[in-house]
């Protein structure tokens, strides 16, 4: 056992369960089901976690009733035919010697009626502020339905060969909604006092732990703080773990924050929010149960696991993203090698962001992710068999004829084709013409707020070191040169430029974003930050130039600044910051053309989408997240090459960093 680990890597016992250490896979949502039923790729996911080395892992929720629906690709517990999908996933989670546990739920008036065609049942006729549809207020009749339920899943789980259930009472559930003084407003024995509030959570452990039996665990999830208007705050939820222990049926407590429909963005914290914010809830509890309880709350390295161990805040520590990025997170660090982890960046663009489009589980940084289940190609590219279920999905298939590859762009496109390339047996060569490596991403982790994002590049380039890539920084690799080497194959990940919008007349002070994380330019006085992107890009540098003093007015044509920081859970934080710094926010406009100002500066004119009226105003400077172009010159230059050649990322055409990562990992194990 690695010594710097005295906690994290010591087994504990979970009723009839043992973990071999606390690091847990918590539930999260994949979008993986298929037609209501878990699907190969659920077995493939969760197997390679538990080949990683993860001590416990536990499934996302299974629902509990046909009312429950909502979201498209939900594992419809309730039907008998999800059984021969468990044993799937029981049987490669148990092939690497590590315990799995369902989670259940109704998600009660958190849902929609869109897929159901059925009334969304809730304890009181209180609308969601996300779902915003009213839903029925259940009867007796219809909680001891709904308390039937929970008892019917769990015995599928039972037969499916899970380990033990999880009872999901935290961020979006019926029980939630009982527990919550906010949505139960009811007058009856199920309402009112807490005792009564809790009476459907404490019928609902008695008809689980009746279906799975002693030789199962069972646990709770329990939500701390709601964040919301007259919810429950810890107090009570410390009042609610006391009568779940007291039951003596329950085996531990697992815990969170939020409410999923009203504050996300601090159950799925990106790195706006400190690590380990959420600690104090675990600490509450433990402090008043024997149980053990799960903490939870942007951990993603294995040093402040074991500091949240070390310092008594829980008995386990639930790593979700991290094991996301690194499905091998928990033996990495087992083994002394936690410098070799790929880091969550937190970004929550291809899980949290992915998932909430309707799309399946991914990750910016690990581009297999959610494709666990898919062979990789063979040598030459030819078929072969993809690596065992549950193996490392970062450790391709080795060529058995290395090739002489030349990467062109160090950022993380580059550095992923070079990084697989290598794995695979290449010898491989990387140029970046700039001092250091990052490209784009670079610039972009260089504002304070964004910082984390820099850790996509360091964990590439570090295992670019590790695999022999040759990375030769401050080299120009034209298109002599690499003739001149005569390689096997070339990758061109040289990124894209910017490129000024029709109406910028070419004026000194109509800049792009990049000029200003450069220092080029020093923005001051009134500046305008022009959002044509919608995401980081505008909303980063307007704090930036706010920070630096300027009187910052940020304009989008859509209707909302930085429109797609709400996918990524950034939008809340972001716009509280915004407001301290005084920063304006104009939407629905679109600038149709620039001159100069007098002074120095620049009269724009600006029509408005909603009343399509003309304005012209004045600014000192104007900063644009715009359209870029591919840097493709080089390309062109080697259309006639001998060897092939390869564009990843922006060079082909610019896009997010997910896209470059995906495409250099598909370029490496193809060549």
């Known amino acids: 056992m690695n ?51 993860a001590g416990l892992i536990i499934t996302e929720e299974h629902s509990t009733h046909r009312t429950d629906w909502p979201y498209e690709k939900l594992i419809h517990g309730f039907r008998r035919e999800v059984i021969p999908g468990y044993r799937r996933i029981t049987e490669a989670v148990h092939a690497h010697g590590v315990p799995i546990f369902a989670q259940l739920n109704h998600n009660g008036g958190q849902a929609s009626s869109m897929y159901s065609r059925l009334p969304v049942w809730a304890p009181s006729p ?29 015995g599928h789980c ?15 559930s019926i029980v939630r909604g009982f527990l919550s003084p906010a949505t139960n ?98 600490n509450a509890i433990r402090e008043a149960v024997r149980l053990p309880v799960v903490g939870v709350g942007r951990i993603k390295d294995p040093v402040q696991a074991e500091r949240a161990l070390a310092e008594g805040h829980c008995d386990l520590v639930g790593v979700v993203r991290g094991q996301i990025a690194d499905a091998d997170f928990a033996a990495k660090a087992r083994a002394g090698h936690a410098t070799e982890i790929r880091t969550c960046l937190s970004c929550n663009q291809e899980c949290v962001g992915r998932v909430g489009l309707n799309r ?42 290395p090739k002489r590859v030349l990467v062109v762009g160090g950022g993380p496109g580059g550095l992923q084709a070079a990084s697989t390339a290598a794995q695979r047996g290449h010898h491989v060569t990387l140029f970046e013409r700039e001092p250091g490596t990052g490209g784009q991403v670079a610039l972009a982790a260089s504002v304070p707020s964004r910082a984390e994002f820099l850790d996509v590049v360091r964990n590439l380039r570090n295992e670019c070191q590790r695999y022999g890539v040759d990375v030769k920084t401050g080299t120009e690799a034209t298109a002599e040169l690499l003739l001149g080497e005569s390689p096997d194959a070339v990758v061109l990940a040289t990124g894209a430029r910017p490129q000024p919008p029709y109406w910028a007349g070419g004026l000194d002070r109509v800049v792009d974003v990049r000029d200003v994380l450069t220092g080029r330019v020093t923005p001051s006085g009134e500046v305008l930050v022009i959002d044509d992107l919608g995401f980081h890009q505008a909303t980063s540098v307007a704090e930036l130039l706010a920070d630096r003093g300027c009187a910052v007015t940020l304009s989008t ?13 950034d939008m809340e934080t972001f716009n509280v910051r915004a407001h301290a710094l005084g920063i304006a926010q104009h939407t629905d406009e679109v600038v149709l053309g620039a001159a100069p100002g007098g002074h120095g500066g620049i009269a724009l004119r600006v029509l408005t989408h909603t009343t399509g009226v003309t304005t012209e105003r004045r600014y000192d400077w104007v900063v644009r997240a715009t359209h870029q172009a591919p840097e493709d010159e ?11 050649v390869h564009r990843v990322g922006d060079c082909l055409t610019p896009r997010r960093a997910h896209a470059a990562v995906v495409e250099g990992h598909q370029v490496g194990v193809s060549l």
């Open 126 to 154: 209180v609308p969601d502020p996300m779902f915003r549809e009213v839903p029925k207020a259940i009867d007796t009749r219809e909680i001891a339905e709904v308390v039937a339920g929970y008892g019917t899943v769990a």
């Open 634 to 644: 080089l390309w062109r230059a080697l259309s006639g090459a001998p060897f092939p």
């Open 158 to 172: 039972a037969e499916g060969g899970f380990d033990g259930v999880e009872l999901q009472c935290s961020h979006s």
């Open 557 to 569: 044509s859509g209707m909302v600044v930085g429109q797609d920081l709400g996918i990524t859970l």
């Open 3 to 53: 010594g710097q680990y005295r906690y994290l890597f010591s087994p504990l016992r979970i009723g009839p369960v043992v973990v071999r250490n606390r690091i847990v896979f918590s539930a999260h949502l994949t979008n993986y089901a298929r037609d209501g039923l878990p699907s190969e790729q659920h077995a493939a996911y969760y197997a390679a976690r538990a080949a990683g080395g």
């Open 185 to 282: 407003l009811r007058t009856d024995a199920y309402g009112g006092s807490l005792e009564n509030r809790a009476r459907t959570l404490l019928e609902i452990i008695g008809a689980v732990r009746e279906a799975i039996g002693p030789a199962r665990a069972l646990g709770v999830r329990l939500c701390g703080d709601e964040l919301i208007e007259g919810g429950t705050t810890i107090g009570e939820a410390v009042e609610v773990a006391k009568m779940v222990e007291a039951t003596g049926k329950v085996d531990y407590i697992n815990t969170s924050i939020g409410v999923a429909t009203a504050t996300l963005f601090m159950i799925e914290a990106s790195m706006a929010i400190p690590p380990g914010y959420a600690l104090f809830i675990a």
């Open 360 to 401: 399946w589980l991914g990750c910016i940084e690990n581009p297999r992710t959610g494709r666990e289940r898919v062979p990789l190609p063979g040598p030459s590219g030819g078929a072969t068999p993809g690596p065992r279920l549950g193996a490392s999905p970062q450790t391709p298939f080795r060529e058995s004829k």
